[in-house]
């Protein structure tokens, strides 16, 4: 292949296809330029206008999300969004997918996600502190299912591990609608202080243009392309473009560029994510208002004999670019050759908006900066709404006993203990995990301060493809409610839209739907966006993916002393629900898994003013003290989440609540179960009427059993053995 | 019938196993290193007889599991000694 | 009393151990930077945890070969005492100041969890303010923690009460000979182990039981 | 002149990655392996043009570096066709 990848082959409209173009895009690119683009024109315009790039069907919809707020310092736009955590500290983060990647090489796929997704977070002068992932696998019996979760998991581990920052938390579904397009999401979150955050822009004519990092080799050419195009059987013949990650690499990378950013030599830096050279230098130079001048014969390069074309749009890893103040080229080299990684001034800032690139002592390419940054067309593609489904049908159903239900949902693969995946994950490491993964939010201290990050990813895809809308509000809710329950303020999100062909109308209609609702949880919760990324064309053969827009919720506590856990902590406590229980089994998992009901029927409703409510509510009686332990209640609803409080710290429960199936299992939104010990019962109820919150208390702490008087007896132990054998058992290939 | 099978990186993949070798020796003095790959050996040991029989499965074993084809190269030698 | 934490490129406990033993100190440990080829005269060193040099060719190898090992290995021959935790285990078998080997863990997943331990020998310059046999909680975070040697240093380690603690029964994440934790050479001045103490040294982060490992060899060498 | 060097586990030193092969193989039905064993190739390029020297070196790399000899057995091949 690496043949045609020259100027010496003369672009023709059939080239311009194989890049992914339409004839109408060609046609803009032939006016852009006043003439017929080379192909090292046309690869960079190609990389630069693919939908990963150039948001070509989601901008006009992205441009809707709330994205500001006092806390916010810098929303939508750079590598990662900045909030202020206050005290002059700042929390940098950021979501990406890597879908395709992993599922052609699941080790490798999953974890350059991780160092991707770092790199966006250090460029800015952050240091990274905490890492989660969103990931979604086919069914559990499908024959690549195994392979593809211990790929992922390893390649993830493998790579956070080694660089030595924790994996905190994340969430993992299983559904047949991944069985040919897995999702991997991965976030970063690191700290900053305020005054010490770098950006994307490069100002000053002359200043150098370096390159940083990694050698270039032929990896991962068309990368970028590739992630915007459909699957098909065949596309099993992409696979040399499969990239290797070098976490040793990454982490010299991330310690030379801390230490040269102690100094005030970076005029600008970008990392080389999707597209490489080009998306980063394009970038760098159009957000400065300069032009860009590079040489490619400086490029530091792993093989031999590598076009320009290549250079320009190898997808290697764990490099950087930068802009310098001219003069500080020397110091910054010894930093980075002390780290023993490759430094070379490849290029200089020029006036003129312009990209221009030598290559052997020949101009190879030429091209106007605007029309390559933002130039692609925006598409206004056309959407039809998700038809509103009708509500769950109660009657005609026989529910199993209810102690058999919950067994039976305890053992899912949805809510079965993700301990398998998590204890490959050094989520410890930095001595500053104070709640690692399988609580709600996961806590992470601010290095040296009092200070906790609360961070969770959630989404319901089985609510988004029910009713976009509603899935879409719901998932920003559960991941404030996670966030909440942990007695830390939300503050903001970063997302990851997975979605399939917006070619197609109701692919799009879903995704207008899921961010239509967002946007309104975001707003009513005061929960901007600040950063984010679009997967689109998740689809194999047609069949698309349940829409999965992937939120990651960030908040703080002012002390992690006053936060607390997802465990019941001690005998003889009150334990209220917070918020109404209407029984909502619509999607819920009792529909699906115990009923095996695949009827699609509307989700639960979310009252966005009910869950700000409970919300503060929760924040404000775990800061009075009043409440000592406090669980969202989300999938399986109030018995699942009860056991889940029970097998934290194998404390049981009993509870003389008399409720049906629904009531057990439904899963209305907005809700908590929480812990209040005796000495805090008046304090509770009192505020809980001051605020006018619907609380109920259902049972006590103590024991260990889950008892519902007249209705179960299920000892912790069981519920817990239950819980913890699936996921070993499918992936020691002894179920499935 | 016993068999060895090399598997060793596709040409152009990245190696950071064997870079790292190269430095390492770099440092320890060995010099005239001019460059460093790592790969897996896999010593098998097969009932079958027949070395052509073996070679058939050997060779769907590597392509099934032993070696990750996206980015691997496996050759297969077998000991036709016993 | 001077203790150094030895920095290799891949190295990411450092900052960590170091808050340790600012903590039971007093003051910041030196941290020694790798490519260094002198190191000033230490009453304590720590190979942290990590990934030095990547840990491609075997985990803890060229960290072994580095130009600072052979000062931390002068220094060891000298008397000064040295705590290697995870790949620092790694180095110092390495190395040979420790005898064995630590393998792949048999699960062949990376593994990080806590451990129950059991302090087997509560006598040395490090576990002296244990009690004998005492049982206490430290995570593991590692992917080679199998402790490897053959029969005759087995034996050897154990006439000589050099088994420093052990995995509780029944939860041995890696497949380690004799349920091996850490060791410690005959002098017990030198302690290798896969445990990280340095995660269980503060209430915050889920016990103390780490922390009088790092007090009790700050006292031994007072 | 180039080189591999392969490197392999004592025997006797227990191969939890070979018996994990060996356990997946028979998970994908291929019968008749009696055993399976995981070691490093290690390829190297050398500057080095005279075989006896450069096996000296190479020698002289397995044990200082390469090979871990309390575990591991290694076992050099010089190309010598170049
Ligand atoms: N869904 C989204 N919501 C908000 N912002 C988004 C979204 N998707 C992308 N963005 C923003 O668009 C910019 C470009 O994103 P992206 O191309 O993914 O970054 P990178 O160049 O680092 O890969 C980033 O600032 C990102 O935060
Ligand atoms: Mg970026």
Not at chain 1, 1 to 17: C, F, G, H, P, Q
Not at chain 1, 248 to 274: N, V
Not at chain 2, 10 to 15: E, H, N, R, W, Y
Request: charged share 20%; aromatic share 6%.
């Amino acid at each position: 292949m690496s043949t045609r990848l020259n100027n010496l082959v003369d672009v023709t409209e059939d080239i311009a296809r194989e890049h992914g173009l339409t004839d109408d895009e060609y046609k803009m690119i032939v006016g852009h330029l006043g003439r017929t683009p080379n192909m090292t024109e046309l690869g960079v315009f190609s990389v630069m206008w693919s939908e990963h790039c150039s948001y070509k069907s989601s901008r006009k919809w992205l441009k809707k999300l709330p994205t500001e707020g006092p806390q916010v310092i810098q929303g939508p736009g750079e590598n990662a969004g900045v909030i202020d955590i206050g005290d002059g500290d700042t929390a940098i983060f950021k979501m990406e997918s890597h879908n395709h990647p992993s599922f052609i090489e699941p080790y490798q796929g999953a974890a350059t996600g991780v160092g991707g997704i770092m790199r966006d977070v250090f460029t800015m002068g952050a240091r990274p502190v905490a890492n989660l992932n969103a990931l979604r696998f086919g069914e559990p019996s499908h024959p690549k299912t195994r392979h593809l979760v211990a790929g992922v998991v390893s390649g993830i581990g493998g790579y956070g591990n080694c660089i030595g920052v924790p994996t905190v938390g994340g969430e993992v579904n299983f559904d047949a609608s991944y069985n040919g397009n897995i999702l991997v999401n991965a976030m970063c979150v690191g700290t900053a202080r305020a005054d010490k955050i770098f950006y994307a822009a490069a100002t000053g004519i002359g200043s150098p243009v370096v390159y940083v990092g990694a050698k270039t080799g032929r990896d991962g050419i068309h990368g970028a392309t590739m992630a915007s195009a459909e699957f098909d059987d065949a596309s099993q013949e992409k696979r040399p473009t499969v990239q290797v990650g070098d976490p040793f690499t990454e982490k010299l990378l991330l310690e030379a560029c801390q230490e040269l950013m102690a100094s005030d030599a970076i005029i600008g830096i970008q990392d080389m994510g999707a597209a490489g050279l080009t998306s980063s230098s394009v970038e760098m130079a159009d957000k400065g208002g300069v032009g860009i001048f590079i040489d490619l014969d400086k490029v530091p390069c792993r093989e031999t004999a590598m076009s320009g074309y290549e250079m320009l749009l190898s997808e290697s890893q764990e490099r950087m670019l930068m802009v310098l103040k001219p003069g500080r080229e020397a110091e910054a080299e010894k930093i980075f050759h002390r780290w023993g990684l490759d430094f070379a001034v490849i290029g200089e800032l020029t006036d003129g908006h312009r990209m221009v690139v030598h290559h052997q002592g020949e101009e190879i390419a030429d091209m106007p900066l605007t029309h390559l940054a933002d130039g692609a067309p925006e598409y206004d593609r056309p959407h039809v709404a998700t038809p509103k489904r009708p509500e769950f049908d109660a009657s005609n159903v026989t529910h199993p006993a209810i102690a058999d239900s919950l067994k039976s949902l305890m053992g899912n693969s949805e809510i079965a203990s993700r301990r398998w995946i998590w204890e490959q994950y050094d989520s410890m490491v930095m001595g500053d995990t104070l709640v690692g993964p399988g609580g709600d939010a996961a806590l992470v201290r601010v290095h040296g301060t009092q200070k906790a990050l609360a961070m969770s990813t959630d989404v319901t895809p089985r609510y988004c493809f029910a009713d976009p809308i509603e899935g879409g509000k719901q998932a920003v809710a559960e991941a404030y409610r996670n966030i909440s329950a942990t007695g830390a303020t939300p503050l903001a999100i970063t997302n990851c839209l997975n979605f399939g062909n917006p070619e197609r109308p109701e692919i799009m209609g879903q995704f207008v739907g899921c961010l239509d609702g967002m946007g309104q949880a975001c707003l009513a919760l005061d929960f901007p966006v600040v950063s984010g990324n679009v997967s689109l064309y998740n689809e194999t053969n047609g069949t698309g993916i349940l829409p999965t827009p992937a939120i990651g919720g960030v908040g703080v506590i002012a002390d992690y002393n006053n936060a607390i856990g997802s465990g019941f902590t001690q005998a003889d406590a009150h334990v209220f629900v917070i918020g109404a229980s209407h029984g909502a089994l619509g999607c819920s998992l009792y529909q699906r898994h115990v009923l095996q009901d695949e009827a699609i029927v509307a989700p639960p409703a979310v009252d966005l003013q009910a869950e700000r409510a409970h919300g503060e509510f929760v924040r404000a009686t775990i800061a009075a003290g009043a409440v000592s332990a406090a669980h969202d209640v989300s999938d399986g609803g109030l018995l699942v989440a009860l056991s889940e409080m029970a097998m934290r710290h194998g404390i049981g429960v009993s509870s003389q609540q008399q409720g049906d199936s629904a009531y057990w299992f439904g899963e209305d939104q907005g809700r908590y179960i929480v812990q209040v010990s005796a000495d805090q019962l008046a304090g509770f109820t009192t505020a809980a009427q001051a605020a006018g919150v619907n609380v109920n208390e259902i049972g006590k702490t103590g024991g260990d059993e889950l008892t519902i008087d007249a209705t179960l007896t299920i000892s912790i132990a069981e519920l817990t053995r239950i819980n913890q054998d699936w996921f070993p058992d499918l992936m020691s290939g002894k179920t499935a | 019938m016993k068999a060895t099978i090399n598997i060793t990186l596709k040409s152009g993949v990245l190696d950071p196993q064997g870079k790292a070798i190269e430095n390492a020796l770099g440092q320890l003095n060995f010099s005239g290193v001019n460059s460093v790959r790592q790969g897996k050996l896999i010593e098998i040991d097969l009932s079958e007889t027949d070395a052509a029989k073996a070679e058939a499965s050997l060779t769907a074993m590597c392509e099934q599991l032993l070696a990750n084809t996206v980015i691997e190269n496996y050759d297969i030698q077998l000991d036709k000694s016993e | 009393m001077q203790a150094a934490v030895i920095v290799f490129p891949g190295s990411n406990c450092d900052r960590d151990v170091a808050v340790c033993l600012e903590a039971a100190t007093g003051t910041p440990p030196l941290m020694a930077w790798h490519g260094d080829a002198s190191l000033p005269d230490c009453d304590l060193i720590v190979l942290p945890g990590g990934f030095s040099y990547g840990d491609y060719l075997r985990c803890g190898s060229m960290a072994a070969n580095s130009p600072i090992m052979r000062e931390v290995v002068a220094q060891a021959h000298k008397g000064a005492a040295v705590l290697g935790i995870c790949n620092g285990f790694q180095i110092l078998t390495e190395c040979g100041l420790l005898p064995g080997v630590l393998m792949q863990n048999t699960g062949l997943n990376f593994v990080c969890r806590d451990t129950r331990l059991t302090v087997s020998n509560a006598q040395n310059a490090f576990t002296h303010l244990y009690q004998q046999d005492e049982e206490i909680i430290i995570p593991v975070a590692h992917n080679e923690g199998n402790y490897f040697a053959d029969e005759s240093t087995l034996a050897s380690l154990q006439e000589h009460q050099q088994i420093a603690f052990t995995y509780g029964a029944g939860d041995n994440p890696n497949g380690a000979s004799l349920d091996i934790a850490g060791i410690t050479d005959k002098s017990g001045k030198i302690l290798g182990m896969m445990p990280h103490p340095e995660r269980r040294a503060e209430a915050a982060l889920g016990g103390e039981d780490g922390k009088r490992l790092f007090t009790g060899i700050v006292e031994s060498l007072a």
